[in-house]
């Protein structure tokens, strides 16, 4: 089993900043896709950022300029650093993994508890 744990989330006025982090623990034979997702109320859950294995990156357009997604492999973490927060942004981020728990090609997908991210005007 694969163990996602965020950390970063808080309360910030508009135009701040904040580092969203992202643990993965447990069995892990390797990790492809890690992203960043958020859910605000009343709206499905959405994608923020992703980063494969090979460092491409992906964001939606209302945060490209404003969001960066880096990963650290050696230590199965993922950052979101977002800065030039908007009211908009306010939302629970999930942190998701596609892991490889054995040496096959069988991947699956996890899922950290969230971290609220509330940006006041």
């Known amino acids: 089993q694969v163990q996602l744990v965020e950390s970063g989330g808080g309360l910030v006025q508009a135009g701040g900043s904040l580092r969203l982090s992202c643990a993965a623990s447990g069995t892990i034979f390797s990790i492809n896709t890690m992203g960043w997702y958020r859910q605000a109320p009343g709206k499905q859950r959405a994608l923020v950022a992703t980063?494969?294995?090979?460092?491409?990156?992906n964001y939606a357009e209302s945060v490209k300029g404003r969001f960066t997604i880096a990963r650290d492999d050696a230590e199965n973490m993922v950052d979101l650093q977002m800065n030039s927060l908007k009211p908009e942004d306010t939302a629970v981020y999930y942190c998701?993994?596609?892991?490889?728990?054995?040496?096959?090609?069988?991947?699956?997908?996890?899922w950290g508890q969230g971290t609220q991210v509330t940006v006041s005007s």
């Open positions: 980063v494969t294995s090979e460092g491409t990156t």
């Open positions: 998701k993994a596609i892991v490889r728990t054995q040496p096959n090609p069988y991947t699956y997908q996890f």
